[in-house]
């Protein structure tokens, strides 16, 4: 709800009717020193933690939002995490990837 809160105030970010974002999968949070499952009755939302990067692939495909994609006619695309928000695609370089196959 944040992220679509914000995402809200960038109307030019809209590409048709493709969402903007879509939700990666959950795993449970284990515990340090049995790698049990944490128990945290007062909020269970707080057992749960994203699985990382890797999941994007997988989350792509489950949700629909990779075929949506395809359909549209999209064959690249650049991922950008918390992480590495500043980064920008390189024009050369995705041109290299494009026309070496």
Known sequence: EDTQAVLA???????????L??????????????LEPVDWPADPSMEWCPPGHGDLYTALLT????DRLIDEGYRYA???????LGAAPDPQMMAWFAQSG
């Open 78 to 84: 650049t991922v950008s995490n918390s992480d590495n």
């Open 63 to 66: 949700s629909g939002v990779l």
């Open 9 to 19: 105030r960038y109307p030019d970010l809209r590409a048709g009717d493709l969402p």
């Open 21 to 34: 974002d879509f939700l990666q999968h959950k795993e449970p949070k284990l515990l340090a020193d049995s």
